[in-house]
């Protein structure tokens, strides 16, 4: 079975369907660079507080490592 070939679009269609199609383009470009300055942002914040992450996570560490150098010299004591 053959199809019949397609008839004309109007013009008013055409100029619709390209109307929509930029519409939708200018939004999508608009709609990113709008998220991506959000996340921009939110990156921001992210590595102030890795940073201070970081840093609690150093003062830990080395807290951890004087108590068990402390209980260390302390086993290490002969007794009397």
Known sequence: M???PPGTVSPLIKFGRYSFLGLGIAYGAYHQN???????????VEAEQQ?????KL????QRNREEE??????LSKPTK
């Open 2 to 4: 053959t199809l019949p």
């Open 34 to 44: 709008r998220l991506s300055k959000r996340e921009v942002k939110i990156r921001e």
């Open 51 to 55: 940073k201070i992450r970081d840093a």
């Open 58 to 61: 150093a003062i830990e560490k």
């Open 69 to 74: 150098n402390a209980a260390i010299a302390a």
